[in-house]
């Protein structure tokens, strides 16, 4: 794994902020399981805060009988966090530029602390999960969104054949619930979802990467100097004449904070 610098994350998500919304179609539809999962809070109650909140696709679609007190939203991005400026919710918005890394928080301070779609590009995954942990609140809760280990597979097989490596982290079920309780966390419910895509050529699959930031690669090695040569093996890899799969894989999960926990030392 080569991880993307964290300016050239910021970067990646900012330049791309006008366009995420149009093109974010599996980021909405981890959105929606996290709503799905918030019914187990009803009522809201407290202060929440959202990690790596992009654009506030959970804000936007965040039914009223849902909404806290006061959400934070942070992300890294700066661009992003303009759309957080102008929506117009009942509960109070904050939105602070932070990285998923490096919260600089009180402990603990939340009573849900959301995560979606940001967990992939901590430094370490398991350091980011408990880092979060302890920002909630006993009994408090995480409502997360990892990406699986099959995500994307088709396209990260054909970059190994040009020598670039994966730029965030994947995990399994196994993996992630091992994780949580490591951090003091009970995961209560988790949803595995798995599909295919197809699109029409390798080219259209990386414009829709581009266009929400996703293709922030940091500082590898320019290998893949040729798109038509890429093309080429991911078709002879994986597609047909007439259209290419890609593989949707995300864990969604939702876990409550023991009430006393104490963390062993790593």
């Given at each position: 794994m080569c991880k993307p610098s964290k300016q050239a994350i910021a970067h990646a998500f900012s330049s791309k902020a006008a366009t995420y919304e149009e093109f974010a179609h599996w980021q909405k539809e981890s959105v929606d399981h996290i709503i799905n999962f918030l019914g187990y809070l009803h009522p809201a109650r407290g202060t929440w805060l959202d990690v790596g909140c992009g654009i506030g696709l959970l804000e936007k679609s965040l039914p009223r009988e849902h909404q806290p007190e006061r959400i934070i939203c942070s992300d890294i991005a700066a661009h992003t966090l303009q759309h957080i400026a102008l929506l117009k919710m009942p509960c109070t918005l904050c939105?602070?530029?932070?990285?998923?890394?490096?919260?600089?928080?009180?402990?603990?301070?939340?009573?849900?602390?959301?995560?979606?779609?940001?967990?992939?590009?901590?430094?370490?995954?398991?350091?980011?999960?408990?880092g979060l942990a302890s920002l909630i609140a006993p009994n408090g809760y995480l409502i997360f969104c990892v990406l699986g280990d099959q995500y994307l597979q088709e396209l990260r097989e054909t970059r190994r054949h040009f020598g670039v490596q994966d730029p965030v982290s994947f995990a399994s079920v196994k993996k992630i619930s091992a994780v949580l309780g490591h951090s003091g966390l009970r995961l209560i419910a988790s949803r595995h979802i798995k599909k295919t895509k197809r699109f029409a050529s390798p080219l259209a699959l990386l414009k829709n990467l581009t266009a929400i930031g996703a293709t922030a690669l940091g500082n590898q090695p320019a290998r893949i100097r040729s798109i038509p040569a890429f093309s080429r093996k991911y078709r002879e890899l994986f597609g047909d004449a007439t259209s290419i799969p890609a593989t949707l894989d995300m864990i969604v999960g939702f876990a409550q904070k023991q009430a006393c926990f104490s963390p062993s030392t790593r």
């Open positions: 939105s602070l530029r932070m990285d998923v890394d490096f919260l600089p928080f009180r402990r603990p301070s939340f009573d849900v602390v959301i995560a979606a779609s940001v967990l992939q590009w901590s430094i370490d995954l398991a350091a980011a999960v408990e």
